[in-house]
Nanobody, 124 residues
Framework: QVQLVESGGGLVQAGDSLRLSCVAS????????VGWFRQTPGKEREFVAH????????YYAESVLGRFTISRDNAKNTVWLLMNSLKPEDTAVYYC?????????????????WGQGTQVTVSS
């Protein structure tokens, strides 16, 4: 059983940057791929980024490609999401999630473990 805890959210202005952290415990972190998702009220959870177990491969939603960077340090049991050039439409609760599937997936239902989320608000 893996537990995930996100942090780093906050209120920023458009164009600013934020770095979210996701710290894992309770499992062998390098056995899990990690994804970041976001959700706004009344909408389904939206895929943002994915990183493979070793960190050797990443994948991004088109809406954040070139602005967000996902990375990980398995020795620290941590995944980060660096968000640059933030826009008001990036406002959401951001969640990290983990799975042990041997493929890259953007589907929330294929992630088994979830954090509690961290709020990101971008003002215009």
């Amino acid at each position: 059983q893996v537990q995930l805890v996100e942090s780093g959210g906050g209120l920023v202005q458009a164009g600013d940057s934020l770095r979210l952290s996701c710290v894992a415990s309770g499992g062998t972190f390098s056995n899990y791929a990690v994804g970041w998702f976001r959700q706004t009220p009344g909408k389904e959870r939206e895929f943002v980024a994915h990183i493979w177990r070793s960190g050797s491969s990443t994948y991004y939603a088109e809406s954040v490609l070139g602005r967000f960077t996902i990375s990980r340090d398995n020795a620290k049991n941590t995944v980060w999401l660096l968000m640059n050039s933030l826009k008001p439409e990036d406002t959401a609760v951001y969640y990290c999630a983990a799975n042990d599937r041997p493929w890259t997936t953007t589907m929330a239902k294929e992630y088994d473990y979830w954090g509690q989320g961290t709020q990101v608000t971008v003002s215009s």
